[in-house]
Nanobody
Framework: QVQLVESGGGLVQAGGSLRLSCAAS????????LGWFRQAPGKDREFVAA????????YYADSVKGRFTISRDNGKNTVYLQMNGLKPEDTAVYYC??????????????????WGQGTQVTVSS
């Protein structure tokens, strides 16, 4: 059983930056591809970014490409999401996700084994 705990959310003005972190415990971190999803009020949860087990491949939603960067530190069992150039439409609860796989990431994570509890990101205009 893997536990995922997000942190780093908050309130920021449009154009600002935030870095989200997700600390994992209870499993072998390097066995998992990791991703970030988000859910805005009244909308479905959507994929944001994913990174392979060793960090060599990443994939982003078109809406965040060029602004967000996903990375991981297997020594610290942590995955990060650096968010720059934030827009009001980025406002959502952001969730960390893990899938037990070692394939190269070439598409959104379509199967998630574990979810975090979420962290709120609010971007004011």
């Amino acid at each position: 059983q893997v536990q995922l705990v997000e942190s780093g959310g908050g309130l920021v003005q449009a154009g600002g930056s935030l870095r989200l972190s997700c600390a994992a415990s209870g499993g072998t971190f390097s066995n998992y591809a990791l991703g970030w999803f988000r859910q805005a009020p009244g909308k479905d949860r959507e994929f944001v970014a994913a990174i392979s087990w060793i960090g060599r491949s990443t994939y982003y939603a078109d809406s965040v490409k060029g602004r967000f960067t996903i990375s991981r530190d297997n020594g610290k069992n942590t995955v990060y999401l650096q968010m720059n150039g934030l827009k009001p439409e980025d406002t959502a609860v952001y969730y960390c996700a893990a899938r037990q796989t070692k394939v190269t990431i070439v598409r959104p994570l379509d199967k998630v084994d574990y979810w975090g509890q979420g962290t709120q990101v609010t971007v004011s205009s």
